[in-house]
């Protein structure tokens, strides 16, 4: 098999259309037919069914499928790692994390870049279940992270970074309404929830809520972090989210701090041991101290 049998196989397992798989690698419809067959011939598998009225993946088609999408990937992965090679890019080093340390992911990349300028930075932001996957498989070079995120993976090492605080966000005209001694004044006030995928978060602005008090009243379950802040923004209403969300972006938004022992999240960074070594210590070395 070659790789352009698998993009010919990949576009019509997408779209199960002749004509627009053709479309898509710039041949003819018979020129598809032929490069399915061949590649059914060579792995001795029906991969594709064709009837009147539609085109379906067969059983091994779609077990094929998965296979066929690695390799590609890792094609371009490879011409893409060449091409950043021919350009000076020399080096390369991985980073993952969860969203709400974003901003701390964000500087310490831009100071390692600025650093060392021929060392490529791919970043990857993970919900905190598949942190904690990714991590155990060992997947990335440095995770930024909290302590129930990093697996007990004996290939990393780890250290304490700042702490992070939660912080209540609400719209600016709302600013005389918001006294954080006595919760239950602003229990009417609509509450703009994160999404229970992001459990780090959703868990502990529960038990805060709890601890305080406070029953709001949710009117929206926002999809990111980015479009809780512009809904506060625009005041439809008020959320926890971590510090340092609130920036020139979001003008008619203000925050206060929660005095609460679940408002502190203590970020972890923990580092591979075993392989891109140099590199991962230049990047604790330089980048790092910087994110404080």
């Given at each position: 098999?070659?790789?352009?049998?698998l993009k010919?196989?990949?576009?019509?397992?997408?779209?199960l259309?002749y004509?627009?798989?053709?479309?898509?690698?710039?041949?003819?419809?018979?020129a598809?037919s032929?490069?399915?067959k061949n590649l059914e011939t060579?792995?001795?598998?029906?991969?594709?069914?064709?009837s009147k009225y539609?085109?379906?993946?067969t059983?091994?088609?779609?077990?094929?499928?998965?296979?066929?999408q690695?390799?590609?990937?890792?094609?371009?992965?490879?011409?893409?790692r060449?091409?950043d090679?021919?350009?000076g890019?020399?080096?390369?080093?991985?980073?993952?994390?969860v969203?709400?340390?974003?901003p701390?992911?964000?500087?310490?990349a831009?100071?390692?870049m600025k650093?060392?300028?021929?060392?490529?930075?791919?970043t990857?932001?993970?919900?905190?279940?598949d942190?904690?996957?990714?991590?155990?498989?060992?997947?990335?070079?440095?995770?930024?992270g909290?302590?129930?995120?990093?697996?007990?993976?004996?290939?990393?090492?780890?250290r304490?970074?700042?702490?992070?605080y939660?912080?209540?966000?609400?719209?600016?005209?709302?600013?005389?309404?918001?006294?954080?001694?006595?919760?239950?004044?602003f229990?009417d006030?609509?509450y703009?929830s994160?999404?229970q995928?992001?459990?780090?978060?959703?868990?502990r602005?529960a038990?805060?809520?709890?601890?305080l008090?406070?029953?709001?009243?949710?009117?929206?379950?926002a999809?990111s972090?980015e479009s809780?802040l512009?809904?506060?923004?625009a005041?439809?209403?008020i959320?926890?989210?971590?510090s340092?969300?609130?920036?020139?972006?979001?003008?008619?938004m203000?925050?206060r701090?929660?005095l609460?022992?679940?408002?502190?999240?203590p970020?972890i960074?923990?580092?591979?041991?075993?392989?891109n070594?140099?590199v991962?210590?230049s990047?604790?070395?330089?980048?790092?101290?910087?994110?404080?």
């Amino acid at each position: 098999m070659d790789l352009f049998q698998l993009k010919v196989f990949l576009s019509l397992a997408s779209t199960l259309n002749y004509k627009r798989a053709a479309e898509e690698n710039h041949i003819s419809q018979p020129a598809v037919s032929y490069h399915i067959k061949n590649l059914e011939t060579e792995l001795e598998v029906q991969l594709l069914e064709r009837s009147k009225y539609r085109t379906s993946l067969t059983e091994a088609g779609l077990e094929f499928l998965r296979y066929a999408q690695q390799i590609c990937e890792q094609e371009y992965l490879a011409r893409e790692r060449l091409s950043d090679i021919s350009r000076g890019k020399t080096g390369r080093i991985t980073l993952a994390g969860v969203q709400i340390y974003l901003p701390q992911i964000s500087k310490a990349a831009a100071a390692f870049m600025k650093a060392y300028p021929e060392v490529r930075v791919d970043t990857m932001i993970l919900d905190g279940p598949d942190l904690l996957r990714s991590h155990m498989f060992s997947e990335y070079d440095i995770y930024f992270g909290v302590d129930t995120m990093i697996s007990d993976n004996g290939s990393y090492q780890s250290r304490k970074g700042p702490e992070e605080y939660m912080d209540l966000y609400f719209p600016e005209e709302l600013e005389a309404r918001i006294t954080m001694e006595d919760w239950s004044s602003f229990s009417d006030i609509p509450y703009i929830s994160i999404p229970q995928k992001n459990s780090l978060l959703y868990n502990r602005t529960a038990v805060i809520m709890k601890d305080l008090g406070y029953v709001p009243g949710i009117v929206h379950h926002a999809s990111s972090i980015e479009s809780i802040l512009t809904l506060v923004d625009a005041g439809c209403g008020i959320s926890i989210l971590p510090s340092g969300s609130c920036g020139s972006r979001y003008p008619h938004m203000r925050s206060r701090q929660i005095l609460h022992e679940y408002a502190l999240l203590p970020l972890i960074i923990s580092c591979r041991k075993d392989r891109n070594q140099p590199v991962i210590r230049s990047f604790m070395e330089s980048a790092l101290p910087g994110i404080g």
